[in-house]
């Protein structure tokens, strides 16, 4: 798959990104199109925006940020998803920042793992061996990840240990019904059209096999060749 047919992809950040007032019309932008390369993703997607909708802007930034950051269901960050506060998420991060340095790419107020500059990066690779690298070994385990964070039973558990943290739980039926499970469930419909028979070591929740790195001078080794590093690799030797 070229970059000419992931284009999809960059239009999948908006609603990862905090939302602004463009964000309905992107929405609606977007809904067309993913009629047209996706249809099977559409219903999916259709209950994220239906949701979205009938919310005011205040609203839409509320439920954003209490399901991403104040007392977060889940994480953006791709990295961290995927390798919670190991080592090999600073390596991930700092490849990501080279990778969006080479396009010029302003990755905002968010780090470079963050879900919205990845799928924005992603657009706009024309690597083939990389594009599949990132698909296979990180946007699908992350995005996974992700949306087993929903999970009525993982959502129960959370809960129950914030009550008996004595946590504050803010408007707990927005654990329930979250318009977010349905954006990162059609998003993972469409990275498993485009990229279909991916092992299921790399579609479950772990990723810790996972080193990116730079092209190197000599070798001109893609960010994501090194999927299981060796010790002296993995040592910095």
Same mark, same amino acid.
């Given at each position: 798959? #070229? $970059? $000419? $047919?992931?284009?999809?992809?960059?239009?999948?950040?908006?609603?990862?990104?905090?939302?602004?007032?463009?964000?309905?019309?992107?929405?609606?932008?977007?809904?067309?199109?993913?009629?047209?390369?996706?249809? &099977?993703?559409?219903?999916? !997607?259709?209950?994220?925006?239906?949701? #979205?909708?009938?919310?005011?802007?205040?609203?839409?930034?509320?439920?954003?940020?209490?399901?991403?950051?104040?007392?977060?269901?889940?994480?953006?960050?791709?990295?961290?998803?995927? !390798?919670?506060?190991?080592?090999?998420? &600073?390596?991930?991060?700092?490849?990501?920042?080279?990778?969006?340095?080479?396009?010029?790419? @302003?990755? &905002?107020?968010?780090?470079?793992?963050?879900?919205?500059?990845?799928? @924005?990066? !992603?657009?706009?690779? @024309?690597?083939?061996?990389?594009?599949?690298?990132?698909?296979?070994?990180?946007?699908?385990? /992350?995005?996974?990840? #992700?949306?087993? /964070?929903? @999970?009525?039973?993982?959502?129960?558990?959370?809960?129950?240990?914030?009550?008996?943290?004595?946590?504050?739980?803010?408007?707990?039926?927005?654990?329930?019904?979250?318009?977010?499970?349905?954006?990162?469930?059609?998003?993972? #419909?469409?990275?498993?059209?485009? !990229?279909? &028979?991916?092992?299921?070591?790399?579609?479950?929740?772990?990723?810790? $096999?996972?080193?990116?790195?730079?092209?190197?001078?000599?070798?001109?080794?893609? =960010?994501?060749?090194?999927?299981?590093?060796?010790?002296? =690799?993995?040592?910095?030797?």
């Amino acid at each position: 798959m #070229m $970059n $000419n $047919n992931l284009e999809i992809y960059r239009q999948f950040s908006a609603p990862f990104r905090y939302p602004g007032l463009e964000l309905i019309e992107e929405l609606s932008n977007f809904k067309a199109q993913l009629e047209l390369s996706h249809p &099977g993703a559409l219903p999916e !997607f259709e209950k994220y925006v239906s949701h #979205m909708l009938v919310l005011a802007p205040t609203q839409r930034e509320e439920i954003f940020l209490k399901t991403f950051e104040v007392q977060a269901i889940c994480h953006l960050e791709i990295g961290y998803v995927l !390798f919670g506060e190991d080592y090999k998420r &600073g390596l991930f991060l700092a490849s990501m920042k080279e990778e969006h340095r080479r396009r010029c790419h @302003d990755c &905002g107020l968010e780090l470079p793992d963050h879900l919205s500059n990845v799928l @924005d990066l !992603f657009s706009c690779l @024309d690597d083939e061996d990389l594009v599949k690298d990132i698909a296979e070994l990180a946007l699908i385990p /992350a995005v996974r990840s #992700m949306l087993s /964070a929903f @999970d009525e039973k993982r959502i129960r558990d959370r809960i129950a240990s914030l009550k008996k943290k004595q946590e504050a739980i803010v408007q707990e039926e927005l654990n329930y019904g979250n318009p977010y499970r349905h954006a990162l469930g059609a998003l993972l #419909m469409v990275l498993d059209h485009d !990229f279909p &028979g991916v092992p299921e070591r790399h579609r479950g929740l772990t990723g810790n $096999n996972f080193i990116p790195i730079h092209d190197s001078k000599d070798g001109e080794l893609p =960010m994501c060749a090194i999927a299981c590093p060796s010790v002296e =690799m993995a040592q910095g030797d």
